[in-house]
């Protein structure tokens, strides 16, 4: 029986427990949370063993095999390293830590106490986007990617987070380096990085405070974002943080030489796009009717995994933790390999990176159609262009 | 009012907490109305301040209304907020939270905070925990019989499937666990629904809206409101009283409507739409279905609706404050038609949804 234990016991930590006691073979030993309220509350209602406020005594007396850290992202890195030192296992929630580098310490000593690590990028084998990877690997594509839109927006709106975030100057979304965005992207950004090859693409970001959250009186939080991403002069990505677009898209659009891949994870829903064409008035008729059929297919996959109660909000971190799990027990490969983990933690170091020197210079954005005339469009524009060509090279 | 019955002075130190929101800042007006003149109001720093600040332009000569901004989470912000003070109302709470992590974090850390900041200070005379109908189980009496403080709350309120419930359960018990180890005085109001201008929505205990249509669920039972003005009046009174400690007092007005009739006054007074009625046994069975199936499925769908929950809102029930009156000496000064009639028209203002 593998043991179990949950660092912070906040909203993500219901998640967590709940996906866990789905799984065979494993039981949850203790949760620890600072605040010990918290901590009992959900020792409580997941007839959990027992729970801490205090990090050493849970790991000294727990014993937890693997740690679920669900803390927020300030206090991954150090959570993490005390919990590898001391013999467990990491699962460590989005984003993987705050930089780059705490990213490669961490999958360092986790390889050298031969130890396994992993990141909570759930949404990544949720059940259409493992039937993604599962036709991307069969060569549907027909070569490798050449070109990757991740769409991965919020709706801001909906929540009452939006008032408290922006209100509350002190809450932890502020501290961290990518603020908002370093809290929410990393599912989009893992999304291409599993795709690209090399472990130094070309970013190109480009960030503003979206007119919205401006009319609130926020200055500091970017929630409108747009990445180019580039490798080798092979394979592009586009990447889109958006907090006003509708639909408010979580999508990955994949296209090889020879077919493309369109994920929706809202619906749950993936669509082979033909590279050939019909001829003449049949691409008008078929390409549709094929279409619904895929849909129709979707709809069936989707309803039949639903009637076998195998289609449950969180399917992709029950999949994701129980592969983590299984490459424990049987030492096997990781479902996320620590190459994107960390390229994924690189891109979002040079996205951050890039914002700030923005922010810092501040220069104007590019936004087209903003420009008072063509010729100062024009200038903003060849100006991106050629900081586009400067940009870091990770 | 009268200050002979009171446990402090128009002088002594007053802390509402939640003070920004639908009930608190009715309190906030009660209290300046009857003659208190030194009020200090807990506000995030997210707050909206708009009710609090008309009522500060508006307060009596020689009143002192201080906004204090901070966060119950924070022990420091209430080690600040609870010094001199002599009464605290504690309205504050994690109310629209669907999380049950959230809604505990800013009900039950918040309460301990507060509690522990003013076992500090050791000047406290009263603490007022406002609670709700929702930690009443109500599952172990028979048909038509009456709610009233005696009833049990319920034992295992996470299996409710409601964090709300869940939270204001917890945060009751951890009221007076502190005052059983402390000695610290507090004094708990329940309140039935709450409504009022401010509020437009219609309350689950008459029925839900789903997929375009609403279901009507409470039929024939009394729906438990309280007008907003009476049901801050009972909170204000259960803090001044003198001899009450340790009380529980539910908050309900009289001449309580029923879900049907309540439902036929609003479409008649503020918007027409289609409403379908399930009765109490086709609703019981719905529960008990969806219990098993979330059960059963390892919560695909979340276990939202189950027989406890039924019970807690849907079986038929009545309800008292007799309590209120007897021990309070309350009577609610806005009558039901009344009350009905400016929630009505605030809602038609206010562009509603069923
Ligand atoms: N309304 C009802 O029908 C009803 C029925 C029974 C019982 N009650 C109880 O009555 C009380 C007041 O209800 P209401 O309807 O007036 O609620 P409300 O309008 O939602 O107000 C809740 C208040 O709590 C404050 N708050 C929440 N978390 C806080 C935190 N961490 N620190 C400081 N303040 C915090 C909110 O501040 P912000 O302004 O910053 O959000 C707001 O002022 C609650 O305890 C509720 O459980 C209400």
Redesign the interface.
């Known amino acids: 029986m593998l043991k179990v234990g949950i660092v912070g016991c906040g909203k993500v930590a219901d998640e967590h427990a709940s996906q866990i006691q789905r799984i065979k073979g494993c039981e949850i030993v203790g949760v620890c949370d600072r605040e010990p309220l918290m901590a009992r509350q959900l020792y409580e209602r997941f007839a959990v063993k027992r729970y801490f406020s205090d990090l050493m005594e849970f790991l000294g007396q727990a014993k937890p095999d693997v740690v679920h850290i669900t803390t927020p992202p300030q206090s991954h890195f150090d959570i993490a390293k005390r919990c590898l030192e001391l013999g467990c296992h990491v699962y460590v929630e989005k984003p993987f830590t705050l930089y780059g580098e705490e990213a490669e310490r961490l999958i360092a000593l986790a390889n050298e106490r031969r130890l396994k690590i992993t990141a909570g990028h759930d949404d990544q084998f949720r059940p259409a986007a493992r039937r993604m990877r599962a036709l991307v690997e069969s060569g549907f594509l027909g070569t490798g990617p050449v070109h990757m839109d991740s769409y991965y927006c919020y709706e801001l709106g909906q929540s009452d987070y939006a008032g408290a975030l922006l209100g509350d100057k002190g809450h932890w979304v502020h501290r961290l380096p990518g603020k908002l965005l370093q809290n929410i992207i990393s599912h989009g950004i893992a999304r291409i990085a599993e795709f690209l090859v090399t472990d130094s693409p070309h970013i190109i970001a480009d960030g503003f405070t979206s007119p919205r959250l401006r009319d609130m009186g926020e200055t500091e939080i970017i929630d409108e974002l747009r990445v180019i991403i580039s490798e080798e002069e092979r394979t592009t990505a586009y990447f889109t943080f958006s907090t006003q677009m509708r639909p408010s898209l979580h999508e990955f659009r994949i296209y090889g030489a020879k077919n493309g891949l369109i994920l929706d994870q809202d619906q749950e829903t993936l669509i082979k796009l033909r590279g050939d064409r019909f001829k003449s008035y049949v691409e008008k008729f078929l390409p549709p009717a094929i279409l619904a059929a895929q849909y129709l297919g979707n709809l069936k996959t989707n309803m039949r995994n639903f009637i076998r109660s195998d289609f449950h909000m969180k399917a992709g971190m029950k999949y994701l933790v129980e592969s983590f799990y299984r490459s424990i027990v049987e030492n096997t490969s990781l479902p996320i390999p620590y190459r994107e983990i960390l390229l994924t933690a690189r891109i979002m170091d040079a996205i951050f990176g890039q914002l700030d020197a923005q922010r810092l210079a501040r220069r104007p954005i590019l936004r087209v159609g903003r420009a008072a005339n063509p010729v100062e469009a024009t200038s903003v524009a060849s100006r991106f262009r050629a900081s586009a060509s400067r940009s870091r090279a990770l | 009012m009268e200050f002979d019955d009171f446990i402090i002075g128009r002088d002594d130190l007053i802390l509402i907490t939640g003070a920004t929101g639908f009930i608190g800042s009715k309190l906030v007006q009660g209290l300046l109305k009857s003659g208190f003149r030194n009020l200090r109001c807990f506000a995030?720093?997210?707050?909206k301040l708009e009710r609090i600040e008309a009522l500060c332009d508006r307060r009596p000569a020689g009143a002192h209304v201080e906004v204090f901004r901070g966060?119950l989470l924070s022990r420091e912000d209430c080690l600040a907020a609870t010094k001199h003070v002599a009464l605290i109302f504690h309205l504050a709470a994690g109310r629209?939270e669907k999380?049950?992590?959230?809604a505990?974090?800013n009900s039950?850390?918040t309460t301990?905070n507060l509690l522990e900041a003013s076992l500090r200070h050791g000047c406290l005379r009263r603490f007022v925990n406002v609670s709700s109908f929702a930690v009443y189980t109500n599952r172990k009496k028979l048909r038509w019989r009456l709610l009233d403080e005696s009833c049990p709350v319920e034992n295992d309120p996470?299996l409710r499937g409601d964090a709300y419930c869940?939270a204001k359960a917890?945060q009751d018990e951890?009221v007076v666990e502190y005052s059983k180890r402390t000695g610290i005085p507090y004094v708990i109001v329940r309140p039935g629904y709450v409504f009022g201008p401010g509020k437009t929505n219609i309350t689950g205990r008459v029925g839900i809206s789903t997929f375009g249509i609403f279901l009507h669920l409470g039929g024939s039972n009394p729906v438990p409101l309280t007008y907003v003005d009476n049901c801050a009046e009972a909170i204000a009174l259960a803090g001044l009283k003198k001899n009450v400690d340790s009380e529980v007092f539910n908050v309900v007005d009289d001449a309580l409507p029923t879900s049907r009739q309540f439902l036929g006054l609003y479409k008649q007074h503020v918007k027409r739409f289609k409403s379908l009625y399930l009765p109490h046994f086709v609703s019981y069975a719905l529960c008990y279905l969806w219990e098993r199936y979330s059960d059963?499925?390892?919560?695909?769908l979340p276990p939202v609706f189950n027989r406890n929950h039924w019970h807690a809102y849907w079986k038929k029930t009545r309800y008292s404050n007799e309590r209120l009156r007897t021990r309070l000496g309350w009577k609610p000064k806005v009558p039901m038609a009344e009350g009905l009639r400016r929630y009505f028209e605030a809602c038609r203002d206010a562009q509603p949804y069923a």
């Open positions: 995030r720093p997210s707050s966060n629209g999380s049950f992590p959230d505990f974090l039950v850390v301990r996470w869940y917890k951890i059963w499925s390892a919560g695909q």
